[in-house]
């Protein structure tokens, strides 16, 4: 949607300056957008590629599926969309209506010229926005993300009511272990705080009743040639720190009587999720930062507006990420990953696209405040569009959907659409008006030219031509 928004406005443009040629019209709007459209994807792609980077396989699948989706719409939007503009030009003119947004060109004059307020803004809110997004509260337990009024979630509510019961692990152990050491297992184990109960072949078949005696059926049930199950209930619930705490011990028992066992079920399995998604979200933030940093200094030529870029993303996504914090709302353990790609490659496309406008009227002669004026007055609309577009497409699936994993992630996209769009309007071209003269000294193609001079003269004969 940003890209194809990019190009219509850039058309809409073009045709002013080429009434009778469309053709010459949409070239003129592919080759403008699409340094901005290529830039902003190959970044957006790079994020959604460090997902790749997960031992979590739900990462690397979102990462492959997202990558691609990106890339398709790019190939899309720079080939099948100016085809379809210009077969259905006249019926698009037939059913143009007045604008329903209202004109922001008059928006960067303004923040050109309070830049030192937004500079403060963003230094005052960026201590408590990093506090919030380092001291969220998230959840594992997918179980409890899902309606109240579902069989199986009131039938486990029922269970904890009325008999106590929460989670239940299993130990899988060696069969030839000696009825002696595992006995003395299963009594430490009934001994851990939490264990309602411990139950396994040994406690069940004892010393008085022969093991050829007991039939086939209920011993396949418990024992094989290989592994012998035990059976645990706790009184506590999945994902818990209570519970977490319950199955270290719990391993801690096992791994003294048999090296070779493990304990399995939901709730350990939910632990080994904490802990490699902690690990696979931090690989993941440090490889798309970096692939980012390297992308946007190749495609900009520039050190300098790499960090500048970085800094106002990952701003807008430390103020979104940490409003919960501030609210008091327990998010879904994957929300960080989701919206730290998501919403950075929204921000990253408005940014590039506007980056790219204040270049190029810097190169063509324009002073700072022009510049960035005039870069921000172009680009606000398609931006303004845009994230309209990112709002509605996920705000009606947060209030909609019944399950909290889906809804808070689409609320926070949501939000996120248009915490990007503000940072973007507000915050980017502030840091271009303070650190313009290390800008120019660190990137190519953003030399101002002084008037008279021989490139400015070419340029000069161009535009007339």
């Known amino acids: 949607m940003d890209y194809s928004i ?113 500079i403060a803004l963003f230094l005052i809110i960026l201590g408590p926005a990093l506090y919030g997004y380092t001291h969220n509260e998230v959840y594992y337990d997918l179980a409890g993300t899902l309606p109240k009024d579902l069989g199986s979630v009131m039938a486990n509510s029922k269970l904890k009511e009325d008999y106590g019961m929460g989670a239940s692990h299993m130990i899988l152990a060696d069969s030839r272990l000696p009825a002696r050491e595992s006995k003395a297992m299963l009594n430490e184990i009934k001994r851990v705080e939490g264990v309602r109960l411990a139950a396994g072949w040994d406690s069940i078949v004892g010393s008085m009743i022969p093991e050829e005696m007991i039939p086939e059926g209920f011993k396949a ?23 977490n705490k319950q199955c270290d011990e ?94 950075l490659g929204a921000t990253v496309d408005y940014a590039i696209l506007m980056t790219n406008k204040y270049k190029k009227a810097r190169n063509n002669g324009a002073d700072k405040q022009e510049a960035i004026s005039g870069a ?12 309209i577009s990112f709002f509605a497409a996920t705000f009606g699936v947060g209030l909609y959907s019944s399950i909290d994993m889906i809804s808070s992630l689409c609320v926070l996209l949501a939000r996120g659409a248009f915490i990007s769009l503000l940072v973007v309007a507000f915050i980017l071209p502030a840091m271009f008006m303070v650190f313009d003269k290390l800008i120019l000294k660190t990137s190519a193609g953003f030399k101002s030219k002084t008037k008279g001079s021989k490139t400015t003269r070419k340029f000069e004969r161009r535009e007339m031509v």
Request: some cysteine; charged content about 15%.
């Open 6 to 118: 990019f190009l219509w406005h850039s058309y809409q443009e073009y045709r002013e300056k080429y009434p009778e040629d469309n053709n010459r019209a949409m070239s003129h709007a592919i080759s403008n957008t699409i340094v901005s459209v290529v830039g902003s994807s190959i970044t957006t792609v790079a994020g959604f590629a460090a997902m790749c980077f997960m031992t979590f396989t739900l990462g690397l699948d979102l990462g492959i599926v997202m990558a691609k989706g990106v890339i398709i719409g790019v190939i899309g939007c720079v080939t099948i969309l100016p085809s379809m503009i210009l077969v259905f030009d006249k019926a698009i003119e037939k059913t143009k209506h007045r604008p329903v947004i209202p004109d922001l060109g008059k928006i960067g004059n303004f923040v050109t010229k309070k830049y030192r307020i937004f």
């Open 376 to 387: 921000l007055n172009s680009s606000l609309q398609s931006v303004f569009v845009s994230a």
């Open 221 to 243: 049930v418990l024992k094989s040639e290989k592994y012998q199950l035990i059976l645990i209930m706790s009184e506590y619930m999945t994902a818990s720190d209570e519970v």
């Open 250 to 343: 719990i391993k801690n028992i096992i791994k003294k009587y048999d090296k070779s066992s493990m304990l399995i079920g939901e709730a350990p399995c939910t632990q080994d999720l904490i802990t490699i998604t902690n690990k696979d979200f931090k690989t993941v933030s440090a490889v798309s930062i970096v692939l980012i940093f390297i992308i946007i200094a190749a495609v900009l030529k520039s050190v300098s507006l790499p960090v500048i870029l970085v800094i106002v993303i990952e701003f807008a996504i430390f103020i979104n990420m940490g409003i919960p914090s501030y609210t008091g709302t327990v998010l879904p353990f994957i929300a960080s990953i989701v919206i730290g790609t998501i919403q």
